[in-house]
């Protein structure tokens, strides 16, 4: 498959708990600091959310950084999500030309890669647009990556685009792996998950349980 026949519409689009993985690229201090086209705190959330997400329904992820001991550790409230993970610490900017985590994405068998990265124009674009070309389905995911200008950040995504990935964000990932409110168990996982980091979703979903709660609920 190339990046020409990746289809975009019907079933076979959507994204499951057992047809993809998820990449979070170099989401560490040094590369936060130069964020420009979103609130990094909002940024930092939305990640988590992600991660927290992609631990729920199962979905294989990769933690990697670039030049940890110069850029900073991932933040803390990332690779607390997968504290049995050590995350890969590269050289190349373009993290689909280390062979480390390439090799990853190949041992799980799954040919639709989902990544978040710092920065967008960048570290995200770069492995996006490679692996597209390697005949794998890639999906970014806007509100978990920033680049350094609204501008870097917009023509990232219209690079991407061009090339012919998928945007979405962390809640239609969410969304997308649930897919039928039905699923009871990933339903109740989600839900901590929407409290925690959903904005105002979340308050929203706190009011809602507590007016089902009644005046004696817990």
Not at 29 to 57: E, G, H, R, Y
Not at 161 to 178: C, D, W
Not at 196 to 205: D, F, P, Q, V
Request: hydrophobic letters at 45%; glycine letters at 8%; charged letters at 20%.
């Amino acid at each position: 498959m190339t990046s020409a026949s990746f289809w975009k519409s019907g079933l076979e689009a959507m994204l499951t708990p057992d047809n993809c993985v998820l990449m979070l690229i170099d989401h560490q201090p040094f590369q936060a600091a130069a964020v420009k086209n979103i609130d990094v705190a909002t940024m930092i959330n939305n990640t988590v959310s992600l991660a927290k997400t992609a631990k729920a329904f199962g979905v294989p992820t990769l933690l990697t950084s670039v030049l940890k001991d110069r850029g900073g550790l991932i933040f803390k409230q990332i690779t607390d999500v997968f504290p049995e993970q050590t995350p890969i610490d590269r050289t190349f900017i373009n993290t689909w030309e280390d062979e480390r985590c390439v090799e990853w994405v190949k041992g799980t068998g799954r040919k639709k890669v989902v990544i978040a990265a710092l920065w967008t124009e960048v570290c995200l674009a770069f492995p996006v647009i490679h692996a597209l070309g390697d005949g794998y389905e890639a999906y970014f995911v806007t509100d978990a990556s920033g680049g350094t200008s609204v501008e870097a950040h917009e023509m990232g995504i219209a690079r991407m685009i061009q090339a012919g990935a998928v945007p979405l964000t962390s809640g239609v990932f969410m969304a997308e792996l649930q897919r039928d409110w039905a699923r009871a168990e990933s339903a109740a996982k989600i839900a901590e998950i929407i409290l925690e980091h959903g904005g105002a979703t979340g308050t929203s979903l706190a009011w809602e349980l507590q007016l089902l709660a009644g005046p004696h609920g817990a």
